[in-house]
Each structure stands twice: as C-alpha cells, then as structure tokens.
Antibody, heavy 113, light 112 residues
Framework: EVQLVESGGGLVQPGGSLRLSCAGS????????MGWVRQPPGKGLEWVAH????????FYVDHVKGRFTISRDDAKNLLYLQMNSLRAEDTALYYC??????WGQGTLVTVSS | DVVMTQSPLSLPVTLGQPASISCRSS???????????FSWFQQRPGQSPRRLTY???NRDSGVPDRFSGSGSGTDFTLKISRVEADDAAIYYC?????????FGQGTKVEIK
C-alpha cells in the first residue's frame, strides 16, 4: 500500500526557514514524479513544486522560485522541500503528492511573528 | 499560466439526483505526446484530496462508477449520476499538461 507521511511543519517567523520531509512507503520514490501542493487555511489548492522521476529536473511556481528547493534522497525514499525566506502568504497545509494520484495527510506551516 | 475556471462554485443537490460540474481551461490541455493531463479531485471536510479521474475520463481504483469524467481540449465535465450523502465535498479540477500545474477554484457540493 502506498503511504506518504509528511513532517517538519511548524510556526516560523517571517524570513525564517523550514525543511519539510515526506517519507514514502510501498513504492520507490525515485520512479515517480513527486510534488508538493499547498492549501492555505480555508482556501484552494496550489501546486508549488515537483521533481521528475529518475532524474533531478525540478519545477517551481514563480512566487517560490529562488526560495524553495525540492529534492530527494533515493536511498532513504524521502522527498524534501527546503523553504527559505518564508512569508506570511506561505502559510498553508503542505501535501506531498505522488504522480498527482496519492496524497499525504499534510504538514502545517505557519509563518507569523 | 493556464487558468482553470469551474462552475458552479456552489452546487446544492438532492440525494439520488444527478450533479454536474464544469471546468474550462484558458488553453488546450492536449500535450505534445497526445495525452490530455486533466484530473478531478474530491476533498471531504478535514481530509486530503482524493483523485477521482485522470486523463479526462479514467476512474481511479475504488472510485464508484456513478462518477464520470468527460471532455476534450478546453472543456471538461464531472458528472455524478446519483448523489449520495458521502459525496458532500469540494471538487477540484486540475491540469498537469502545462507547467505550472493549476487547479480550479473548487466547487462545493452540498446535500439539500
């Protein structure tokens, strides 16, 4: 059974950093394109970043480019999202997504002073 | 960016009656490989989104056959043949033909 478990969310001040992790089980993470989707409280969905299968080609939505970095540790079957220079508008529930099909439960990031 | 526009945004439905949600994209979703990477998702309150359909009309495993997706190019529809209580949720369309992948605003289906 495919499972995705996110961790690493929390409260951070504006300008701060967080690293989100997503542990995959039941599949080999490197064989799928993996992404991060976020949902601000009470709002809709936004696809933030993804990393292609097998290689390291990455894609970012414009307003996180240069601040967020998606990466993988194939040996540990982990997906990461390094988030720097965080802003209040980055506050959201962040989901790890496999191939647009399977979703984790999300980890909440709150950016506030 | 490709803009996905859903209608209606709120849909009150009676149990056992059909329901239909429309999604229109600002440009064609046909990929150069010939596929159309368009999906529908259901998000029940307090839960993660769940994919219902992919590549327009393919139902995901475990999705009841009362859900059906159709459409082509820029116009797509999700139909529920007979609404059940469990179908109360927000439904999102999404395209991943073009980067960035984009979602519709969501349609809230409520049971009357």
């Amino acid at each position: 059974e495919v499972q995705l478990v996110e961790s690493g969310g929390g409260l951070v001040q504006p300008g701060g950093s967080l690293r989100l992790s997503c542990a995959g089980s039941g599949f080999t993470l490197s064989s799928f394109y993996m992404g991060w989707v976020r949902q601000p409280p009470g709002k809709g969905l936004e696809w933030v970043a993804h990393i292609k299968e097998y290689g390291s080609e990455t894609f970012y939505v414009d307003h996180v480019k240069g601040r967020f970095t998606i990466s993988r540790d194939d040996a540990k079957n982990l997906l990461y999202l390094q988030m720097n220079s965080l802003r209040a508008e980055d506050t959201a529930l962040y989901y790890c997504v496999r191939h647009a099909q399977d979703w984790g439960q999300g980890t909440l990031v709150t950016v506030s002073s | 960016d490709v803009v996905m526009t859903q209608s209606p945004l709120s849909l009150p439905v009676t149990l056992g009656q059909p329901a239909s949600i429309s999604c229109r994209s600002s440009q064609s979703l046909v990929h150069i490989d010939g596929n159309t990477y368009f999906s529908w998702f259901q998000q029940r309150p307090g839960q993660s989104p769940r994919r219902l359909t992919y590549k327009v009309s393919n139902r995901d495993s475990g999705v009841p056959d009362r859900f059906s997706g159709s459409g082509s190019g820029t116009d797509f529809t999700l139909k529920i043949s007979r609404v059940e209580a469990d179908d109360a949720a927000i439904y999102y369309c999404m395209q991943h033909t073009h980067w960035p992948h984009t979602f519709g605003q969501g349609t809230k289906v409520e049971i009357k």
